[in-house]
């Protein structure tokens, strides 16, 4: 099926081939058509070219302006009905899109801020799964909070459990298939990992008189937090001679103290020791934390870029992570990743991203902190500063490694002509492309 652009834009080649004169030799980038007469791809004249007018962000949550109007340039016009401004200007691209966004992308932004909050004693715990952002099918995230001292119950799920620590220190404890136990502190910015299965517990430490708060992934869009196996749950709901009889127990009263509901999350005195119990076993031979804020960043023309995959955390062999931080004024590289899914959270500052879906459908969306962003595989993006303080996120993948295709390298690893072929692209400019991933421009 024709698209109504693009029968526009050959009604609008017909009409210019019939009425344009004789080629100049200073032809404009804004009018001429792109033929063969100049260029390796010799034939028939195809399409116009891109336009180069400015389709930057036009205002942002800072602006003074108190009513955004969708408009840009002569498109558009401006909201007589009921609005919302405060919702409008975060999201510019929405109201006033590019005008080479086109077709459809599935929503692709979802705030923490518009997930139901489960409010404990001790903190709370947040959502984001496909009931909120149905394009997301292979990952949701939990956003944690644990006052000092509280602890989230031993439990274990279905899917591994990824985390990222956002503020104070989070104590994990756990026990693996063959009986051997771990402890550990995850600070900012580090990670822990635990397999599918595997039993854990977490605890906010003293570090912190606020305690701490994380993100959690799990690889799987329809996860439930609410769904997770909860010790207090399950022994609120195994008869009581059946526990006694499990755990050999003589005395009648010994587990009479079973809460009899589950915990969740609930208070408690922050852990006092790092130190496991002693073990028969011996403790798990790979660790479950890994110190991702003791790693030097690398440094980029734009920001900089820290990355934790099974290469560096072999435990982990499901989720993987580029922490990137974008100067002011700078840009994430147009790139695509070919077989992973990226959800991201935005940490600090602000940004936009166009992802392209193919068949001509392209979206831009506008992120704060606070906000997940989700590209399936294969849908070239980018991810562009639009404040003025550093813009830092997460680009977290549902597999082992951190891989890409950067736009850049691949034009500057293709033979020159065939580049100049697609693009019309001089030697100079070809000179130019950077053969070593750019990354952060």
């Known amino acids: 099926m024709i698209r109504l652009s693009q029968l526009l834009l050959f009604l609008f080649t017909l009409r210019y081939a019939a009425s344009a004169p004789a080629a100049s030799s200073s032809?404009?980038?804004?009018?001429?058509?792109?033929?063969?007469?100049?260029?390796?791809?010799?034939?028939?004249?195809?399409?116009?070219f891109v336009t180069t007018n400015p389709n930057k962000v036009l205002w942002g949550p800072g602006s003074k302006a108190s009513a955004p109007v969708p408009q840009r340039g002569p498109l558009g016009?401006?909201?007589?009905g009921?609005?919302?401004?405060?919702?409008?200007?975060?999201?510019?691209?929405?109201?006033?899109p590019p005008t080479t966004d086109?077709?459809?992308?599935?929503?692709?932004?979802?705030?923490?801020?518009?997930?139901?909050?489960?409010?404990?004693?001790?903190?709370?715990a947040r959502q984001q799964n496909v009931n909120q952002l149905p394009v997301a099918k292979s990952m949701a995230g939990v956003n944690m909070r644990l006052e000092a001292g509280a602890i989230r119950e031993l439990h274990w799920h279905?899917?591994?459990?990824?985390?990222?620590?956002?503020?104070?220190?989070?104590?994990?404890?756990?026990?693996?298939?063959?009986?051997?136990n771990f402890v550990g502190n995850a600070g900012p910015g580090d990670l822990w990992f635990f397999p599918a299965g595997i039993p854990h517990s977490l605890q906010a430490t003293s570090d912190d008189p606020d305690g701490t708060e994380f993100l959690l992934i799990f690889p799987d869009g329809t996860f439930d937090e609410d769904a997770t196996f909860l010790l207090t749950d399950w022994m609120s709901h195994v008869p009581y001679e059946v526990i006694m009889k499990n755990f050999r127990a003589t005395n009648p009263e010994a587990f009479s103290r079973i809460p009899s509901q589950q915990l969740y999350i609930f208070p408690s005195k922050p852990p006092t020791t790092a130190t496991p119990p002693e073990d028969p076993q011996g403790q798990v031979p790979q660790s479950f934390v890994y110190p991702l804020s003791q790693i030097n960043a690398t440094q980029l023309a734009g920001g900089s870029i820290k990355i934790a995959d099974s290469t560096?955390?072999?435990?982990?062999?499901?989720?993987?992570?580029?922490?990137?931080?974008?100067?002011?004024?700078?840009?994430?590289?147009?790139?695509?990743?070919?077989?992973?899914d990226e959800w991201s959270l935005i940490l600090e500052g602000q940004g936009r991203m166009t992802i392209f879906a193919a068949e001509s459908n392209a979206q831009t969306f506008d992120y704060l902190a606070g906000d997940i962003g989700f590209v399936p595989a294969?849908?070239?993006?980018?991810?562009?500063?639009?404040?003025?303080?550093p813009l830092k996120y997460l680009e977290i993948f549902n597999g082992d490694r951190v891989q890409d295709i950067s736009l850049s390298q691949w034009l500057a690893l293709t033979p020159p002509e065939i580049v100049k072929a697609h693009l019309g692209l001089d030697d100079e400019t070809i000179s130019k492309l950077s053969k070593v991933k750019p990354i952060v421009v």
Not at 77 to 80: P, R, V
Not at 102 to 124: C, D, I, M, Y
Not at 161 to 174: D, F, I, M, P, R
Request: glycine share 8%; net charge negative.
């Open 312 to 340: 560096v955390f072999p435990v982990d062999t499901k989720i993987s992570v580029a922490e990137i931080t974008i100067n002011p004024g700078g840009m994430r590289e147009l790139h695509w990743h070919p077989t992973m």
């Open 27 to 48: 032809p404009t980038m804004s009018t001429e058509l792109l033929s063969g007469a100049e260029s390796p791809s010799s034939g028939t004249a195809t399409v116009s």
């Open 102 to 124: 086109e077709g459809s992308v599935q929503n692709a932004k979802w705030p923490f801020s518009l997930s139901h909050n489960r409010l404990q004693t001790g903190g709370w």
């Open 82 to 96: 009921p609005s919302n401004p405060q919702l409008e200007l975060q999201n510019a691209d929405l109201l006033a």
């Open 77 to 80: 016009a401006s909201i007589i």
């Open 378 to 389: 294969s849908m070239g993006h980018y991810v562009e500063n639009t404040g003025d303080t």
């Open 158 to 180: 279905k899917t591994s459990e990824w985390a990222y620590v956002l503020k104070g220190t989070t104590q994990v404890t756990s026990v693996d298939v063959n009986g051997r």
